[in-house]
């Protein structure tokens, strides 16, 4: 999963821990929408829950919101029903090679190190597989007690779309992966699988952390929205 088409961190990344490039919705009217393509499997349910990629999506927006709004930013992430208009594209597609999941391309951000420059519109493509969960935060335990001998509809799907919806949406935002940078696999503590920051990269079977921005993603998107102190 990644930025398709990103492969240079901003001036900054080999002596700071925050990762992002140098773009921002910042000259945006406000309100950033999100549209969730039909293209997406329809709402099922399974073991008394609704099994859902669109809920996913939302909650990765909600999240993502609260640490606007932590930061002061004067932005808001908001879905929409007009695909035309939206400000971010979500979609469902086979993406061509087997260790590719998700790939999230900045339109406008193209000013690394030379100043900040505003984010024009995103496409967010999801990898069409059999191994995506999409229950909501009350079956996160159940879903993380998994073992790969238990045959249940849960435990048969391995990965969190949850958590991958929160990295994506963060990616759209304005942040980089966050072990790509200098210091910052340590700083995210992207190698521990119960406090993993929503900005690092890589999925792990079984675990949900990511679905809940951290205090490494906070501080990584107040300086993308111009309020570190």
Same mark, same amino acid.
């Given at each position: $999963?990644?930025?398709?088409?990103?492969?240079?961190?901003?001036? *900054?990344?080999?002596?700071?821990?925050?990762?992002?490039?140098?773009?921002?919705?910042?000259?945006?009217?406000?309100?950033?929408?999100?549209?969730?393509?039909?293209?997406?499997?329809?709402?099922?349910?399974?073991?008394?829950?609704?099994?859902?990629?669109?809920?996913?999506?939302?909650?990765?927006?909600?999240?993502?919101?609260? *640490?606007?709004?932590?930061?002061?930013?004067?932005?808001?992430?908001?879905?929409?029903?007009?695909?035309?208009?939206?400000?971010?594209?979500?979609?469902?597609?086979?993406?061509?090679?087997?260790?590719?999941?998700?790939?999230?391309?900045?339109?406008?951000?193209?000013?690394?190190?030379?100043?900040?420059?505003?984010?024009?519109?995103?496409?967010?493509?999801?990898?069409?597989?059999?191994?995506?969960?999409? *229950?909501?935060?009350?079956?996160?335990?159940?879903?993380?007690?998994?073992?790969?001998?238990?045959?249940?509809?849960?435990?048969?799907?391995?990965?969190?779309?949850?958590?991958?919806?929160?990295?994506?949406?963060?990616?759209?935002?304005? $942040?980089?992966?966050? *072990?790509?940078?200098?210091?910052?696999?340590?700083?995210?503590?992207?190698?521990?699988?119960?406090?993993?920051?929503?900005?690092?990269?890589?999925?792990?079977?079984?675990?949900?952390?990511?679905?809940?921005?951290?205090?490494?993603?906070?501080?990584?998107?107040?300086?993308?929205?111009?309020?570190?102190?």
């Amino acid at each position: $999963m990644g930025i398709g088409g990103w492969g240079v961190p901003p001036a *900054q990344a080999q002596s700071d821990v925050y990762p992002w490039w140098d773009c921002s919705w910042e000259g945006s009217s406000g309100i950033v929408t999100y549209y969730v393509a039909g293209t997406f499997p329809d709402d099922v349910v399974r073991e008394g829950v609704v099994n859902s990629f669109e809920d996913r999506i939302s909650g990765a927006a909600a999240n993502w919101n609260s *640490q606007l709004s932590a930061v002061s930013a004067n932005n808001t992430l908001a879905m929409t029903s007009n695909g035309l208009s939206a400000d971010i594209y979500w979609t469902y597609r086979n993406i061509s090679g087997p260790a590719v999941t998700t790939v999230t391309a900045l339109g406008g951000c193209d000013n690394h190190g030379s100043g900040d420059s505003d984010i024009t519109d995103v496409l967010v493509e999801v990898d069409r597989r059999e191994e995506w969960w999409t *229950q909501p935060d009350s079956r996160r335990s159940t879903f993380e007690s998994c073992t790969s001998s238990n045959p249940s509809y849960t435990c048969s799907k391995e990965w969190d779309f949850g958590e991958t919806a929160a990295h994506e949406m963060g990616h759209a935002l304005g $942040m980089d992966e966050a *072990q790509t940078h200098s210091g910052g696999s340590s700083a995210a503590d992207c190698g521990d699988g119960d406090i993993r920051a929503t900005l690092c990269s890589g999925l792990m079977d079984w675990v949900t952390a990511r679905r809940t921005p951290n205090t490494f993603d906070r501080e990584t998107l107040d300086r993308v929205y111009e309020n570190f102190d």
